[in-house]
């Protein structure tokens, strides 16, 4: 069973708008979450986290929301611009298992000029 | 710095034949991971070592999978008898001390013919 999903396999944003990609989650364990973006051919690289025992962190154009009771994050990404295209990955993790990432499978952003 | 860097970057092999996959991490990073992505969907984590020893390996598909990492930095993936579902990217990542942040590398893609 999947333990992170991201229902969204794709998202097209007007460069200039926000993006918000989603996620969800059903292990009540995990305690930190992560969003990796990856292009063609290159490792994931890591975007924004957020601990369990907050439910918002900002870092430029990049947010990221916890809600644990719903079990639901989400990226925002304002203003999107050309090249935030790439695809988006939510990840999960427990302190206590030596941070192995579960991630979700995956939502390919595409912001047109 | 150099970041995480994996060779080959491709790799085509027949069915049934052995192959070994190397990952240099970042120097100074105590943790290794190894995840496999298959096409479409997000990374799945395969084995996780902190120093030299394998600290979780419950990700191992089976016991044609295998990895070491004996002088805690260089890790080879090894794999015997491939088969053409283990066609994937394999990734590898690294992080200081087992931290919440996993840097990758680009991967090295798989193919079983």
């Known amino acids: 069973d999947q333990q992170v999903k991201q229902n969204s396999p794709s998202l097209s944003v007007q460069e200039g708008r926000i993006s918000i990609l989603n996620c969800d989650y059903t292990n009540s364990m995990f305690d930190y979450f992560l969003w990796y973006k990856k292009y063609p051919a290159e490792g994931p690289t890591f975007l924004i986290s957020?601990?369990?025992?907050?439910d918002k962190n900002e870092d430029g154009r990049f947010t990221v929301f916890l809600n644990k009771s719903a079990k639901h994050l989400s990226l925002h990404i304002v203003p999107s611009q050309p090249g935030d295209s790439a695809v988006y990955f939510c990840?999960?993790?427990?302190?206590?298992?030596?941070?192995?990432?579960?991630f979700g499978g995956g939502t390919r952003l595409m912001v047109k000029p | 710095g150099a970041g995480v860097s994996q060779t080959p970057s491709n790799k085509v092999t027949e069915k049934g034949k052995y192959v070994e996959l190397r990952c240099d991490p970042i120097?100074?990073?105590?943790?290794l991971y190894w995840y496999r992505q298959s096409l479409g969907q997000g990374p799945e984590f395969l084995i996780y070592f902190q120093g030299t020893g394998a600290a979780d390996d419950s990700g191992l598909p089976n016991d044609r999978f295998f990895a070491v990492r004996p002088e805690g930095s260089v890790s080879t993936l090894k794999i015997q008898r491939t088969e053409r579902g283990d066609s994937a990217v394999y990734l590898c990542?690294?992080?200081?001390?087992?931290?919440?942040?996993?840097?990758f590398g680009p991967g090295t893609r798989l193919t079983v013919l």
């Open positions: 990840a999960a993790s427990k302190h206590n298992a030596g941070n192995m990432l579960t």
């Open positions: 957020i601990s369990s025992i907050k």
């Open positions: 990542a690294s992080s200081p001390n087992g931290g919440n942040e996993q840097f």
């Open positions: 120097s100074g990073h105590t943790a």
